[in-house]
């Protein structure tokens, strides 16, 4: 028996395509591809969605509420960044030009001083406020493009975005470093240490890299160690830069356990203590809330 | 009529081989070709020398003498470094293992603590004393590795490798960034802006690189401002770090014109008048010093 859904939850980033079945407020399942926004031209978006949502009962009426990279200038159709400070999903949703699907898409957010960007994460923290409404403090988002967030009485009032996780796959994957830091493990104190160090000397992280591949070179030190100094040195950098952000607030993470786990110790070695959140939850609690927001305004 | 070299000197990097004809004490002629040695097996060497030394008289007893990554671990044959202080040809060399060619292999240096190697550069360097047998100093060797050296007396005392070469071409040419740094020109004030910002907030870098993107994507900001920013921000967190190398002393740069400059400028706005040198006639000059030194000890 096919699943008939009241809405459809969509995560349409850059480079994966995720689709829940909504019934009676609950997923009841889901479906995703590899048809990120990122590989796909303007007349790809609908035949995507069409084959993704192929073995369900949707209709042209059926509400999809979507997130992420498909409203980009190079997505299916512009959902224009609204200017923080305001409420994560201050902006609502643009509809997609189909006939075929009742697509609407959440705007992302920028900013003006300094200039910035983000689109996909505004869901996921307004997932967050959701479930948490009375939560001031500042979220952490890791993934390829780390965001720090500062929220408060339920608005976003400033973030800034850092590149250390795609620094990392550069380097760890085509740089010199590659040599030395491909390991399935990692060595913590290691990464502590680094960390550390990389705080407490943050003008010394241009020395720092190279070294890591020269230790290799000239005593052998394993790929576990390798690849721990090199998280460290970039979180490490990235926590001094973000101090402004983390220091004496309460700090919330979403993300998956992989990308939040070294964030969560990286700043408890600092006495900062943070809340790691599941990024499909927020993800699902964000889209809830705008589809909400959707329906209750027509 | 065919050059009869007296000998050959020939630098084989990474990415190209390059061979002089000297006669006389000069370079008469040269030919290169793209066989670096991260190219070939070990195999390889031999006919890719054949190969580019076909045009010349060459025999089994022509001198050659060779420097670069031709006498790494994955060379041709391994030319081990000599610790650090010393001359930066006190190794001497090794030769190859060939019938064909008399092929002598400059050794590299490295430095224990903390730990660093360089492998060709110690040649330009040898070059540059020879050209400047007085001088005393710090000689920065820009690249892909740009290395930072400390030089007295005839020797070398330490270095440093910094990444930022490699750094700028994976942001500039694979990162989110470039879509918003591919340009033929630069803009100089943007540069030397950058760099003083970068030098005297070293812990802002990583807060820094993604806003080259999202002044783009707000404002529209050109792409010969982003890549002076990405190129800014890179080499003043190099001069961050290497302050204790190049405060107070004499500076030499040793490099091409396009990776020298930008180096000179920084370095410039700083109050540290560099001094550029050729790298190709550093080359030539310290593959001179070494022939002579092999010659004189047979």
Chains 1, 2 share one sequence.
Request: glycine share 10%; aromatic share 8%; with cysteine.
């Amino acid at each position: 028996m096919s699943i008939t859904p009241d809405w459809i939850a969509l995560d349409w980033g850059s480079s994966n395509l995720r689709a829940w079945a909504m019934k009676d407020g609950r997923a009841e399942a889901n479906v995703q591809s590899a048809d990120g926004a990122g590989g796909l031209i303007r007349d790809g978006f609908e035949p995507a969605l069409a084959e993704l949502l192929g073995v369900w009962n949707v209709t042209a009426r059926t509400p999809i509420i979507a997130c992420g990279m498909v409203g980009s200038r190079q997505g299916w159709v512009e959902a224009p960044y609204h200017p923080v400070p305001c409420s994560p999903l201050a902006q609502g949703t643009t509809p997609a030009p189909s006939e075929k699907f009742n697509l609407q898409i959440i705007a992302g957010l920028r900013q003006t001083t300094p200039s910035d960007v983000m689109r996909g994460e505004e869901t996921q923290i307004a997932g967050f406020l959701a479930l948490n409404p009375e939560w001031d403090g500042v979220i952490c988002l890791p993934g390829t493009h780390t965001k720090w967030v500062q929220v408060s009485a339920g608005e976003v009032v400033s973030f800034q975005t850092y590149m250390s996780g795609e620094l990392f796959a550069l380097l760890a994957g085509q740089s010199v470093l590659r040599h030395s830091v491909t390991a399935d493990n990692w060595d913590q104190p290691t990464f502590d240490f680094t960390v550390e160090e990389a705080l407490s000397k943050p003008e010394k992280l241009a020395a720092r890299l190279f070294a890591i591949r020269a230790d290799d070179l000239l005593d052998g030190t394993s790929p576990a160690i390798g690849r721990a100094r090199l998280s460290g040195l970039l979180i490490g950098a990235e926590l001094a830069a973000a101090r402004p952000y983390w220091l004496g607030t309460n700090i919330a993470i979403i993300g998956a356990e992989g990308a939040a786990t070294p964030y969560a110790r990286a700043l408890q070695t600092q006495g900062a203590p943070a809340t790691i959140a599941d990024a499909e939850r927020m993800t699902l609690a964000g889209l809830t809330a705008a589809y909400r927001t959707w329906r209750d305004a027509r």
